[in-house]
């Protein structure tokens, strides 16, 4: 069937289908099944809910005869509805025909999705194919698959075991594995990460440090243990909602999603001179996910739009936890990017110039809310700088079992 006649019969599937007579529904529903092609299978799909039942079963019955070798294309896009509806027509087709995704990786996500745990753990024990292709999938087939790992079965407690570093993980990955390390009383390995992560993580964990009796047995350890604690003064987290508001977030969440993965760092900054503000945000962040440069930085912060310099304060390619936002022209980046630049600094990349900055803020930087995190801030910037680099926190397999057991 030829692209013009697939968006002919598809249209009467789309649109014209409750005006159309049962004759006419039925020709459109044969004509998909006989001249099969990728395109024609989400309008087959469509098929399955309407009306007319003989089109109905018809297109049933061309959907459960795909083969997999014959019809490997076709089947590939009925398995990716199927994972974009698990409970949908397409996944109970899939999942009584024994229907899957031609790339091994993606049938183990397939295989997850759809809930066919017993079927996914005969071939893919180790996680390789699962944690290939979760990576390379948008955010709500990893959100589906997270939310599977959570359910309960522990077979599944190994899946970070790939050894990535704790922050490489996505936020949600970082907020279970906190939430599963609290539940367990886990305080190691919770100081370990409020000793590397932003303070947007770490910071509310003191709460949770004070009130656990618990000490680090290192003296040195124990010593900045106890400082910490001082500093905060048990003074509640600011919260993350003040930092910007929540379109701007969404705009930063478009440029991290990958979407700009294999355009390189000169592409995007050739790009960012002619976006609109919106854009050059999601572009600023997909810069920052691929590492800052001073030349980055510096085209960044000289941005003719208050957007864009914002972004670069708020994923901490520009500005310093001291207050530097504080110069610029603009009252929405001095506001917000405030609060941005010390929640999103990461402790263990400080340098002496940060330590510097700390030390000649003015007092009244160090009060109040904000000014308890930039004392606990300036607490690990100076350590990082005196011990130097240590070996990054990993998600391990014990770690994971967040994923298996349901909060109470």
């Known amino acids: 069937m030829g692209r013009r006649d697939l968006k002919k019969w598809g249209r009467w599937l789309e649109n014209r289908w409750p005006a159309a007579g049962s004759l006419l529904q039925r020709k459109a529903v044969q004509r998909l099944s006989e001249d099969l092609s990728p395109e024609g299978i989400p ?34 896009v009925l398995c990716g509805l199927a994972m974009s509806d698990p409970g949908g027509a397409a996944a109970k087709i ?11 990786a993606e049938s183990c996500l397939f295989l997850v999705v759809t809930r066919q ?27 589906r698959v997270l939310d599977i790992i959570r359910s309960g079965d522990r077979r599944f407690e190994g899946f970070f075991t790939s050894r990535r570093e704790l922050q490489q993980c996505s936020e949600r990955e970082i907020l279970i594995f906190l939430e599963y390390a609290l539940r367990q009383g886990n305080w190691p390995r919770l100081f370990k990460a409020f000793l590397e992560l932003p303070l947007k993580y770490g910071y509310p964990l003191l709460e949770h440090f004070r009130t656990s009796g618990w000490e680090p047995e290192d003296p040195e350890l124990k010593s900045l243990y106890s400082q910490a604690l001082v500093e905060n003064s048990g003074e509640a987290f600011p ?34 001179k002619e976006a609109d ?11 920052a996910k691929k590492g800052t440069t001073e030349e980055i930085a510096a085209t960044v912060q000289s941005s003719p739009h208050w957007l864009v310099r914002l972004a670069g304060h708020r994923t901490g390619m520009v500005g310093h936890p001291a207050g530097e936002a504080q110069q610029d ?12 630049n010390v929640l999103e600094f990461r402790p263990d990349r400080a340098t002496p110039a940060d330590v510097e900055r700390l030390a000649t803020a003015p007092p009244k930087a160090f009060t109040g809310k904000l000014g308890a995190v930039r004392r606990v801030l300036r607490l690990l910037v100076n350590r990082q700088v005196e011990v130097g680099v240590h070996e990054p926190m990993v998600i391990e397999a014990d770690e994971t079992a967040a994923m298996m057991e349901r909060a109470d």
């Not at 503000?277 to 810069?287: C, H, R, S, T």
């Not at 022209?329 to 941005?340: D, M, N, Q």
């Open 43 to 76: 309008y087959l799909v469509k098929a399955l809910a309407v009306p007319d039942r003989k089109a109905a079963i018809m297109a049933d019955h061309t959907l459960r005869s795909l083969r997999p070798r014959e019809d490997r294309e076709c089947i590939d």
């Open 94 to 104: 899939c999942i009584a025909t024994g229907k899957r995704p031609s790339d091994p």
């Open 117 to 143: 745990l017993d079927a996914y753990f005969q071939e893919d024990d180790q996680f390789q194919g699962l944690s290939l292709a979760y990576e390379g999938a948008n955010r709500k087939i990893k959100a």
């Open 239 to 272: 919260g993350r909602a003040a930092t910007t508001p929540s379109i701007f977030d969404r705009w930063l969440e478009e440029g991290e999603s990958g979407k700009w993965d294999r355009a390189s760092p000169q592409e995007l900054l050739s790009r960012l």
């Open 277 to 287: 503000p919106p854009e050059g945000a999601g572009i600023v962040a997909a810069l």
């Open 329 to 340: 022209r603009v009252f929405w980046v001095r506001e917000l990017a405030e609060i941005g």
